[in-house]
């Protein structure tokens, strides 16, 4: 739930030589970063509460995947689960922790000894793990009977690009909010100039650019898994998408067109050189349906057993099969409009702020946050109801 999958290195310093724009480019998908870690005000864990609340809204599904798979398999001794791209805060050992009662449940109905169960928690090496660790205790007290001895929780660092795990090891693997996170910034996006993402109007070629990454990293991301997940195995994804068929439709980067204009207020101001700006770009790329399933289908390892859409609300938590929309919205006076885009903001920062420092330097974070937040004050009335799109897909091994 969770984390940017990008290559980034370490230069934390601004570089401003225009001549060397394009080797700070290449170098900058060197490295790798994950999400806001601690637990301060801008942290990952304290800004996570609409993960938390999408990860409810797929838990049916996780729940009946994870029967069905044990059943298919004839209650194995253990059970190997990972979660791919955790991050850090509750919402990963929540999520743990349901898929471990569904086992414990399944296993006591039909009259069997318990199974070993190893969690495994997967994100990059930069992830704050520890925060997310400090939390066991609180997860076994969620379990519905004392499992020590039975189930075992690790980390394991590294890109879920690659391999992670044995061969036929894995039983069930979960990812939430991930897999619209690129391995890698795009090539052929030097026209991108003045956007960190994609906006209209848009070259066809920086939209071809994002498309092409995305289906190469996705398919590699399924290659693995086929790799490393044991015959009728299950996986549960769920990413954000979009409705539209049109890429550059205004729904599909609500939140990084708000990023753009603010970085270029920073630029007006003398505080950004537009030299940085225009070498940055975010390793992002939100797929219709036609998308995902055309990569799953060519790369041919799973078969697509549901394939849900869960719309939402940029401003709200409401979320629903269909569109839904914020009536109760109306009524907020200017104050709580504000804490809302106050809120929206934090969670931005959360996500985008390692990556974001990386580049133009931790100095003006929080100026740039303060643009970001009057960019989507002036955008409020227009976003409140364009509806958010998240897939959740479940998929088994052939």
Request: net charge neutral; aromatic share 10%; charged share 25%.
């Amino acid at each position: 739930m969770r984390s940017i999958y990008m290559v980034l290195d370490n230069h934390r310093s601004n570089i401003h030589n225009s001549s060397c724009k394009n080797t700070i480019q290449r170098d900058f998908n060197m490295g790798v970063l994950s999400m806001k870690g601690g637990d301060g005000e801008h942290s990952y864990a304290n800004n996570s509460e609409g993960q938390k609340r999408l990860a409810s809204d797929a838990k049916p599904v996780v729940v009946e995947t994870v029967k069905e798979m044990i059943v298919k398999m004839n209650f194995p001794g253990c059970v190997k689960v990972a979660d791919l791209g955790c991050s850090s805060g509750e919402n990963t050992l929540l999520v743990m922790s349901e898929i471990v009662n569904t086992i414990i449940t399944s296993y006591q109905q039909k009259g069997k000894n318990l199974p070993e169960i190893n969690c495994c928690l997967n994100d990059l090496p930069d992830n704050d793990f520890n925060t997310t660790f400090k939390l066991v205790p609180a997860f076994h007290k969620l379990l519905k009977m004392d499992v020590k001895g039975k189930c075992f929780i690790s980390g394991v660092p590294g890109s879920f690009y690659s391999r992670l795990f044995p061969s036929k090891s894995l039983h069930f693997v979960h990812s939430s909010l991930c897999l619209h996170w690129l391995s890698k910034v795009p090539e052929g996006l030097e026209d991108n100039k003045k956007n960190v993402y994609l906006r209209s109007p848009c070259l066809p070629n920086v939209y071809k650019s994002y498309l092409t990454q995305f289906k190469n990293d996705f398919s590699l991301f399924l290659r693995m898994r086929a790799d490393e997940t044991v015959s009728n195995g299950r996986m549960a994804l769920t990413f954000v998408g979009r409705k539209a068929l049109d890429p550059l439709s205004q729904d599909c980067f609500q939140n990084w067109s708000s990023i753009s204009d603010s970085l270029i207020d920073l630029v007006s101001e003398g505080i950004v050189k537009e030299s940085d700006v225009a070498s940055f770009n975010l390793p992002f790329y939100n797929p219709d349906e036609s998308e995902v399933r055309e990569v799953i289908e060519s790369e041919g390892s799973f078969e697509i057993n549901n394939f849900e859409t869960i719309f939402g609300l940029l401003f709200s938590y409401k979320t629903g099969r269909t569109e839904v929309k914020d009536y109760d919205d109306n009524n907020l006076d200017q104050s709580c409009q504000f804490e809302v885009i106050r809120k929206r903001t934090s969670i931005i920062r959360s996500i985008t702020e390692p990556m974001l420092a990386a580049h133009f330097g931790d100095a003006i974070m929080d100026r740039l946050f303060e643009r970001y937040t009057y960019h989507l004050s002036q955008r409020y009335d227009t976003l409140r109801n364009k509806p958010t799109v998240q897939f959740f897909v479940s998929l088994t091994r052939k």
